[in-house]
């Protein structure tokens, strides 16, 4: 595929998530209840948008063309994989530390004064 088709690709799925980060916080206004499905949905399509980007970077940092045809898909394996194994990690990370923010407990302070 074309550079714009993954342009295009990521702009969905980037709009994809942040309309379920939408709905994730109108349903948790509504009901008090966290929807855990929805808040991993959206958290997934937003680092898939994110790394899909990084892969249009890296192929113009490279000094590629990428709105043409012919974007050399064969030869760039190894970035591909790296930057796929990015995302990856970067999304077990974000994971972790959603389930470690939820489980701390939260103090809060006032100024009386």
Request: net charge neutral; charged share 15%; aromatic share 12%.
């Amino acid at each position: 595929p074309q550079g714009t088709t993954l342009l295009s690709a990521s702009l969905l799925c980037a709009t994809l998530g942040h309309l379920l980060w939408l709905n994730y916080f109108r349903s948790y206004r509504d009901t008090g209840e966290p929807f855990l499905f929805l808040s991993s949905l959206a958290r997934s399509c937003v680092v898939t948008a994110r790394t899909m980007l990084q892969i249009l970077l890296m192929f113009l940092a490279r000094g590629d063309v990428v709105c043409r045809c012919g974007l050399a898909w064969a030869r760039q394996k190894e970035m591909l994989l790296g930057m796929v194994t990015f995302g990856l990690l970067g999304l077990a990370l974000e994971f972790w530390g959603d389930r470690e923010a939820a489980g701390s407990p939260i103090e809060y302070m006032y100024d009386t004064r």
